[in-house]
């Protein structure tokens, strides 16, 4: 077992002053820290039934495939607008400042199937929120999320009230 914390850099103002970004990219980077870190994501939702492992754009999408592998599931995508080819479904949603959108194909669930929701990062948990609602708007059934981590100062958990795993926490 390795320190998966050591493998995330803190970036101070990024994308913008006031900002910690979190890169995940050393830990991506490391077969050893990544193979950690996807068993981990997967591990309390193996026995959950999940059909599809959705992955959010776009970091949530190499966790994902990864995930879906460990619990033998399918793999779906959580897209910005203007991606995806054919017909979609969308939600829109409060930022700081103004608004943003996500889409997901209209059939990507065949009527109820268990869905699984993955991310790097659980910030304000807005990004979350809207991921499942258009999940639920697309006849998919959320059984919960998994984050590679948890910015806990910012209770974005609290938007979310289906079981939610984050593997680090801030
Ligand atoms: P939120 O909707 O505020 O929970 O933000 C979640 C989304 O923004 C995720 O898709 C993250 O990839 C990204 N994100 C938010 N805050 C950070 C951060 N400090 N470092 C890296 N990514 C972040």
Redesign the pocket.
């Known amino acids: 077992m390795v320190d998966l914390y050591t493998y995330i850099v803190d970036v101070p103002d990024f994308p913008e002053p006031g ?5 995940i990219t050393p830990l991506l980077a490391s077969p050893v820290a990544f193979l950690q870190a996807v068993d981990e994501m997967a591990e309390p939702f193996l026995a959950s039934g999940v059909d599809i492992v959705v992955g ?1 754009e776009s ?2 999408f190499l966790l994902a495939g990864s995930i879906a592998e460990r619990i033998g599931s399918g793999v779906g995508l959580v897209r910005k607008p203007g991606k995806l080819p054919r017909a979609i479904v969308s939600v829109t949603y409060d930022l700081e400042y103004g608004t943003d959108s996500l889409e997901i194909h209209e059939d990507a669930f065949h009527g109820g199937a268990r869905v699984l929701i993955v ?10 929120a809207a991921s499942k609602d258009l999940i639920n708007k697309a006849g998919g059934d959320v059984v919960g999320a998994t984050m590679l981590m948890e ?1 806990k100062f ?1 209770n ?1 958990r609290t938007r979310f009230s289906d079981p939610l795993h984050a593997v680090l926490t801030y």
């Open positions: 900002v910690v970004f979190k890169d959010i970091r949530g991310d790097d990062v659980l910030a304000t948990g807005g990004t979350l910015l910012l974005g």
